[in-house]
């Protein structure tokens, strides 16, 4: 009995033993709940689509504090005054803090977008090998490289010299020039532009209102501009003018409201929706930062934005002293304070009807401690929102690049001696000036496009502080206050950026 | 030829025994409170004759009439007694809470407390009772030196703690220690009753530690829980309280006059014209005509008394061949928040142990916790913490507030609706957690008392279903929800390991060691999955389903999965030369299926001397028992992120022509991680004096984390991936006293003091000079030469009190400050206040803890104190923070009281105005404050019902106790309490203190 036990005892701990040498081979198991980039099918190229989808995701993610830094020094908005994000305000006064958050982020936004879309240009090409049809890769590829290209235009506007990420393989360790960053544009747009759809962008089927020929074009006569080779800026606008595939939206007003969604007049727009939905899924911007404090909308329970955009006195003032009427009523939302402000002038003591808190889609603004005036243009009617939705402006697209900016350009380019059979500076300007409900210009001057810019354009992307800086009119900036100077054009290089890359630190 | 030798001087002394003349001795054995103590061994000093005391503790035996009787139980004091011609004798034991031969857990087995060469410390079971807490780990906050405990007042929260500082990058849920229930690994004990727990060890050093190899770098606290003994006689327990919980320390807010006054001198239009619309509104105080007659103290509309209770009915005992306890246990929680918060856990368990045969054990344990906890909306504290005042809770006028005419504040113009009411009763948060572990063993005795080997297989499984509803209201045209929304996840956890462990063990001539080696396998599931919807019929929650839900979003869906293995080799020897010099080693080799790199292996050893066994301190009057012990080791921390090591995509989304599209996003940065491995040194003495009433241990340790996963970030992206490139050290010295003695006439005490520091250090970050933490406003940062996560700002210098001071000061004029704003420190002296001056400005972790404890016992009272406290810590008052954002809300009252008006009225808090310049919102040291406290953690007193008859019957004894848990707290800081985890105070639930009554019998 004992020995049967004792046999019992040493089978119990052999068998267990057995067991336990077994286990070992658990430990290769993969992770759970991922996809590996290297189990990617390339074979299947219908799916050859899906990283330039994830491009545009990228571009169209904006963070909210992105385009506000790029454009707010400009003499047509203001940062908007008390309360939080004071270094904001400060960098509209032009006095910058290199370790202000906003300016890394900034950086961050824009630069891991760059090398973001740079990752799908090589996962395009990963499926080019298999294409069939290995021209619909060079245009995807292409569409991605106009994306980086405009990413990096802005990145060059806000701190001159910067890095240039290359398609694969770590960033170089090298800064170039803005001249350099923009030739490196011009360069790129011109690869592109033959491999790109000869369509308006809402022709596209494949991707609505994605990048075509021209916006590579529109790219590339924005970098011109920056670089003063207007003849090249002639060069590009009067390609699309003379495509003829392009046209203002006659109603100025609702070209920033959802009609303007894939309007004729847009060349490049970020795409926001709420799939006509109140509830659910939305993709959308973040337009509260530009909308009023406070409001009394039309339609109840929606919700009021941040104040941190507001259009300046200077810029009021100059509208109503051209007589602009539809231009202005768009561009601003008016509050009482904001009013009563601009009547402390006695020359403005009488002012148009539509100057009013009310706007002509019945929603109030209410005054509010942090600014007198909000962005008109980013301001989406109460009564637009689909109903359910109460972000502000949420639904709305967000417009980067529209036709009238084209003409304007064109019409400078001409008048800066630049010649172009498309169109003249003339036909140029009074095609947008019709529009805003002004009478055509004869003979028109570089210093009348530049108010016709100003006019137009006014919260839009920086563009009258960098047509500004470029011009080196500092004074036109030295406003309600300001001092500008030839030192203050670009912003100081993150200090959390300047902590770890080399070639900024040796800059420094 | 000695065995033989053996047997003959045995059989020749029960010889020479049996030859001399007997005498009858017999009595009672009984522990203080005068229970029978069963299974106590009797023996006649010096001889091979002896007994065990019987299930109601009663021995009888026949000695030499000269004989000395030892009597010996495990736990308790062995005490001597000469029979000097009695023939009955009764004997109280002691227990030996400083007992030296006690045996401890150690993980994968036990060691005697005078063998260990590490630092452990072990709180019982009636030390843990004492706090009426649904956490056991909440009853171990200061008392365990080096063991950090903050609170929760949340009902069913766990307390946050910490072994020893932190030696891994906050905030990734990677800090906590493990905790190993009955040789179960858990990462949190919030399922167990506390009175379900027999011991609570927390191995603080390495050399304790490093047996759980890479899950121990934390600390590892070791749970046994209650089990029966064999030859006990069974026993019913009844274990109960009931009590109250009260908010203390009510952070008292500007009332409605402070409010005015602080709104009138901010200088704005908009707040004045805010205060005439609420007089307009509601009226003006009688007392005050220029103060709206509105007076809302909001804390004391959300706050209630809340209750608490405990009732648990346990069974144990056990024969010769076998052992059971069982028991059922319920605790309930409300919370102090008036919303439906609540906790409710209701357990049940079972543990058995059975001798099979002569060689073989086998046994089992299960504990299953059904517990419900209904969560607070937690932003309702921030809410009233900013409700201004001057708004009434109800406005009937308020027509467009629905279901409930709750006052809005934006009616009288304020940009928010301001009002919590709203947020507590409109929402819903419901968890249950549901978690079955069972473990069964087998013990094969291979050689009796000396080899054996345990096979334990261990299965924990958890089910999570969370449900947050929120209902439709509306306060306001502008505010409110319009539609009903839920939330629901079901997560499933399920971890399983087995265990086998060989153990030899042996005592030859002046040698003893013990032999451990084993392996463990280990199979870790989780799988998740969670939806929502929008627009369902709320009126009865029978329907409050997505199912029923109009609206299902895309984004709302999703899942998640997650498998790891592991599988691990370890082994120890303990070894201990004629009780004098000790010398211990573990070794752990872990593979784990969660990295790239799939070993680690760690090591550690200890040494013990014991001096007091040495010639030259035998005589020590001083000395009772003195060791010094050493050790060292490496320690594993993988609660991190696995470890992707490649190049992974994932599904974005787009929005193209009002269609949703999905894309691909490849991320080329990738994390590549290991495990962080923890090196520690440890140096300690253990004494006993003073005839060993006096225990003393104390440690002084150095822990580095030698590759801490830290972030670092990818240049050009926002990317930061998870490298192993810190090093981080936490350093500190741990003493812990005790005195205990019993006096005559029945008076015994206890005396207890335990201290420790703290300091954390960040030593480097992969040549980063710093990571950047925290919000951009309130700027945490982790600097090398500082520690984790430091508050960093500015270093304010007072408040400028007049114009000369402004004139005098370039700064102040540059900034065009006014009497009333800050004064910086110019750190850098370069005439400017810039980034560049901001400094660090303290740390969240306390530098310097400590306990003291006291207990007196009389005939059947016992009362006991225990206190608790900390310094250095800092606490950011993000409440006060928030006026960066909206500066037109509410602020507490010593803020209002001692704001600056006035020259020579406050060199601390700025003017009015001031508070909402951006030059005063700087991040400094006035956001910054003291955390420090000091308080009365626990006072008991319990009277013993013993041998009472009623009317000729006996009743059960039992035990009556009275408890206030942290009925007093003191503090500077100007907030509801000074126990916040992390640091920052922005809705920290508050610490309550409770007063229960509590019930034992003992059938």
């Keep these: 009995m004992t020995t049967i036990l004792k046999l019992n005892k040493y089978l119990v701990l052999f068998a267990m033993l057995l067991l336990v040498s077994s286990c070992n081979d658990y430990l290769n198991e993969p992770q759970e709940n991922l996809i590996y980039t290297r189990d990617i099918d390339y074979t299947d190229t219908q799916n050859m689509i899906m990283p330039l989808i994830g491009a545009y995701a990228d571009f169209q993610s904006r963070g909210w504090e992105d385009i506000p830094l790029i454009a707010v020094r400009g003499d047509d908005v203001n940062a908007g005054g008390l309360g939080d994000q004071q270094d904001y305000a400060e960098t509209d006064k032009f006095k910058y803090n290199k370790d202000y958050w906003m300016y890394n982020s900034a950086w961050l936004g824009l630069y891991s977008d760059v090398v973001g879309i740079n990752s799908a240009i090589g996962q395009i090409e990963q499926y080019k090998q298999y294409a069939a049809n290995k021209s619909l890769a060079d245009q995807y590829i292409s569409e991605a490289k106009v994306l980086r290209g405009f990413l990096l235009l802005q990145l060059s506007r806000v701190w001159g010299s910067v890095f240039i990420p290359a398609f694969s393989g770590p960033v170089d360790n090298t800064l170039y020039t803005k001249q350099q960053v923009m030739e490196h544009i011009i360069a790129q747009m011109d690869e592109a532009i033959p491999n790109l759809p000869d369509l308006h962008p809402k022709q596209r089927s494949d991707i609505r209102g994605g990048v075509t020929r021209y916006t590579a074009l529109a790219v590339k006569a924005i970098a011109n501009l920056e670089l003063k080779n207007y003849q090249g800026v002639a060069d590009a606008t009067s390609q699309i003018i003379s495509s003829q595939k392009f046209s203002l939206e006659p109603d100025f007003y609702k070209l920033f409201k959802i009609h303007g969604k894939l309007s004729n007049e847009n060349i490049l727009e970020i795409q926001y929706s709420d799939f006509g939905k109140g509830t659910g899924d939305n993709i959308s911007h973040l337009f509260a930062f530009y909308g009023p404090q406070n409001w009394t909308p039309k339609v109840a329970q929606s919700g009021s934005g941040w104040g941190f955009f507001e259009p300046s006195l200077k810029y009021i003032k100059f509208m109503l002293d051209r007589n602009e009427t539809v231009r202005l009523e768009t561009s601003v939302l008016f509050t009482n304070r904001g009013i009563a402000e601009i009547q402390k002038d006695s020359k403005y003591a009488t002012l148009p009807t539509f100057v009013s808190n009310t706007t002509r889609s019945g929603d109030r603004i209410n005054d509010y401690p942090r600014a007198l005036f909000a962005s008109g243009k980013h301001y989406l009617p109460s009564e637009e929102l689909t109903p359910g939705r109460t972000d502000y402006g949420t639904n709305k697209n967000y417009i980067v690049i529209r036709y009238a900016e084209i003409l304007l350009m064109h019409a400078e380019a001409l008048t800066r001696g630049a010649s172009s059979s498309a169109m003249t500076a003339d036909a140029a300007v009074n095609l947008v000036r019709a529009r805003a409900g002004l009478t055509p210009l004869n003979n028109v001057t570089s210093a009348q496009v530049m108010d016709e810019k100003y006019a137009e354009l006014a919260m839009e992307w920086g563009i009258r502080f960098y047509d500004m800086v470029r011009l080196e009119r500092y004074s036109d900036l030295s406003y309600e206050g300001r001092t500008f100077n030839a030192d203050l054009i670009y912003l100081p290089y993150p200090q959390a950026q300047v902590d770890q890359i080399p070639a900024l630190k040796e800059k420094k | ?1003």
């Design chain 2, 1 to 1003: 030829m000695k065995k033989l030798f053996f047997l003959f001087s045995f059989i020749l002394s029960v010889t020479i025994i049996s030859a001399q003349q007997r005498t009858a001795v017999s009595g009672k054995v009984t522990d203080k409170s005068n229970l029978g103590l069963p299974g106590v061994t009797i023996l006649e000093k010096g001889t091979q004759n002896g007994t065990i005391t019987d299930f109601d503790g009663n021995y009888s035996l026949q000695v030499s009439p000269q004989a000395t009787l030892v009597f010996s139980f495990v736990g308790f004091q062995s005490v001597e007694q000469e029979i000097a011609g009695r023939s009955v004798i009764n004997i109280v034991l002691q227990e030996t809470t400083l007992d030296l031969d006690e045996v401890i857990v150690v993980g994968y087995g036990t060691l005697t407390v005078k063998d260990l060469t590490s630092s452990i410390t072990t709180v019982k079971n009636e030390e843990l009772v004492k706090t009426p807490s649904g956490q056991a780990m909440q009853a171990l906050q200061g008392k365990v030196a080096g063991l950090q405990v903050v609170s929760s007042g949340a009902p069913g929260a766990s307390p946050t703690v910490r072994v020893r500082g932190i030696g891994s990058y906050p905030g990734r849920n990677a800090e906590s220690p493990l905790y190993v229930v009955d040789g179960m690994f858990f990462n949190s004990i919030d399922f167990i009753n506390p009175s379900d727990i027999a011991t609570i060890s927390v191995l603080k050093d390495a050399s304790a530690a490093a047996i759980y190899g890479v899950r121990a770098a934390n600390g590892v606290i070791l749970i046994e829980t209650k089990s029966g003994s064999y030859n006990q006689k069974s026993e019913i327990m009844y274990e109960g309280y009931y009590g109250m919980q009260i908010a203390q320390n009510v952070l008292k807010m500007a009332n409605a006059e402070q409010y005015t006054n602080m709104a009138l001198e901010s200088g704005s239009a908009a707040d004045a014209s805010y205060i005439l619309n609420a007089m307009q509104r509601y009226g003006r105080s009688r007392v005050n005509p220029n103060v709206p007659d509105v007076n809302t103290d909001w804390y004391k509309e959300i706050l209630r008394p809340a209750s608490i209770q405990n009732h648990g009915l346990s069974f144990s005992g056990g024969s010769e061949t076998a052992t059971y306890s069982i028991g059922v246990n319920y605790f309930g929680q409300e919370g102090i928040l008036d919303m439906k918060n609540e906790y409710e856990r209701f357990n049940i368990r079972s543990k058995v142990d059975f001798k099979a045969n002569d060689w073989l054990t086998i046994g089992g344990n299960m504990i299953f916790s059904n517990a419900m906890n209904y969560g607070a909306q937690n932003s309702a504290w921030e809410q009233a913490y900013f409700a201004v005042p001057i708004l009434p809770v109800y406005d009937e006028e308020n027509i467009a507030a629905t279901p409930v005419r709750y006052a809005s504040a934006k009616n009288m113009g304020y940009r928010g609706s301001q009002n919590p009411m709203p947020t507590m009763d409109y929402n819903f948060n419901r968890l249950k957690n549901r978690k079955l572990i069972a473990n069964v063993y087998a013990q094969i005795d291979i050689i009796p008392k000396k080899l054996d080997f345990k096979s334990t297989y261990n299965h924990s499984f958890s089910a999570l279903n969370e449900r947050n509803v929120g209902l439709p209201y509306t306060i306001d045209d502008l505010s409110g929800r319009p539609l009903a929304t839920i939330n629901k996840s079901m997560s499933v956890y399920s971890e399983q390991s087995w265990d086998n462990i060989l153990t030899f063990s042996n005592t030859a001539d002046r040698h003893r060691y013990t032999v451990m080696a084993g392996t463990s396998f280990r199979d870790d599931a989780y799988e998740g999955l969670w939806a929502s919807g929008i627009d369902f019929p709320w009126q009865n929650e029978e329907s409050w389903y997505i199912g029923q839900a109009v609206t299902k979003p895309e984004d709302g869906v999703g899942d998640g999965g997650m498998r790891q293995y592991g599988f691990s080799y370890l082994g120890r020897i303990s070894y201990s030369y004629n009780d004098r010099y000790l010398a211990y080693a573990t070794f752990r080799a872990d593979g784990s299926s969660k990295y790239q790199e799939k070993w680690g292996y760690f090591p550690t050893v200890g040494l013990g001397w014991v001096l007091s066994e040495e010639n030259f301190m035998r005589d020590s009057k001083l000395f009772d028992y003195l060791k010094l012990r050493a050790s060292w080791g490496q320690l594993g921390n993988d609660k991190l992120p696995a470890s992707d090591g490649a190049s992974t995509t994932s599904v974005v989304y787009t929005a193209i022509d009002d269609e949703r599209i999905a894309g691909h996003k490849t991320e080329d940065s990738f994390s590549w991680l290991k495990w962080e491995m923890t090196e520690e040194t440890n140096v300690g003495i253990t004494a006993r004096m003073a005839k060993s009433r006096l225990s003393v241990d104390a440690d002084y340790y150095i822990r580095d984390t030698k590759n801490a996963v830290i972030g670092v970030a990818i240049p050009f992206t926002r990317i930061t991936v998870m490298r192993n490139a810190g090093v981080f050290r936490n350093s500190g010295f741990e003493l812990a006293l005790n005195w205990t003695d019993n006096l005559a006439n029945g008076l015994g005490y206890s005396l207890g003091a335990n201290i420790a520091t703290l300091k954390n250090e960040v030593r480097d970050l992969y040549g980063q000079p710093y990571l950047d933490g925290g919000q951009a406003e309130f700027r945490q940062r982790t600097i090398v030469g500082s520690s984790l996560l430091a508050f960093f700002g500015y270093e304010t210098l007072g408040v400028y009190q007049n114009q000369a001071e402004i004139d005098a000061d370039p700064i102040a004029k540059a900034n065009n400050l006014v009497p009333g704003d800050f004064r910086y420190k110019d750190q850098n002296n370069d005439q400017k206040i810039d980034d560049d001056d901001r400094v660090v400005l303290g740390s969240y972790f306390p530098d310097f803890t400590y306990g003291f404890n006291g207990g007196l016992t009389y005939k059947n009272f016992e009362l006991s104190v225990s206190t608790f406290g900390q310094m250095g810590n800092k606490i950011l008052n993000r409440k006060r923070g928030e006026i960066i954002w909206t500066n037109d809300l509410n602020m507490d009252a010593d803020l209002a009281k001692n704001r600056w008006h006035g020259e020579g009225t406050s060199n601390k808090y700025p003017s009015s105005a001031g508070l909402r310049k951006g030059w005063n919102q700087k991040m400094s040291d006035y956001f910054v404050e003291d955390g420090s406290f000091f308080r009365i953690q626990n006072v008991q007193l319990a009277y013993n019902l013993k041998n009472v008859t009623l009317t000729g019957v006996k009743l059960p004894d039992s035990r009556i106790s009275f408890t206030a848990e942290r009925p007093l707290t003191m503090f500077k800081y100007n907030g509801f309490n000074p126990e916040v985890a992390n640091g920052i105070d922005r809705q920290t639930y508050p610490i309550p203190a409770v007063y229960t009554v509590g019930l034992n019998v003992k059938f």
